[in-house]
Nanobody, 123 residues
Framework: QAQLVESGGGLVQAGASLRLSCAAS????????MGWFRQVPGKEREFVAVIYWSGGTSYYADSVKGRFTISRDTAKNTVYLQMNSLKPEDTAVYYCAAQNLRGYAVASNYLYWGQGTQVTVSS
């Protein structure tokens, strides 16, 4: 088992920036990709971004391209999500996920999840 712990959420105004962090511990040797999803009440968990350890390849949801950047520190088993130009519609609970076995944009494909961190963007 691997454990994921997120940090960095908060309340900001539209246009501001936030950086989320997710640290993995435990069986981290089994992890070669980590990603971020977000969820608002009443809706399904939505893919945000993913990064692969090998080569650092990353993918983004269209809604965040150009504003969010995912990065990783493999030595620290940590992934980051730099969120710039935040919009009220980015308000959600953001979840870190690790080790998708198939499609990266599908939440059920991930083995490990963090507890979530709230991001609120006011207009």
């Amino acid at each position: 088992q691997a454990q994921l712990v997120e940090s960095g959420g908060g309340l900001v105004q539209a246009g501001a920036s936030l950086r989320l962090s997710c640290a993995a511990s435990g069986r981290t040797y089994s992890i070669n990709n980590m990603g971020w999803f977000r969820q608002v009440p009443g809706k399904e968990r939505e893919f945000v971004a993913v990064i692969y350890w090998s080569g650092g390849t990353s993918y983004y949801a269209d809604s965040v391209k150009g504003r969010f950047t995912i990065s990783r520190d493999t030595a620290k088993n940590t992934v980051y999500l730099q969120m710039n130009s935040l919009k009220p519609e980015d308000t959600a609970v953001y979840y870190c996920a690790a080790q998708n076995l198939r499609g990266y944009a599908v939440a059920s494909n991930y083995l490990y999840w963090g507890q979530g961190t709230q991001v609120t963007v006011s207009s």
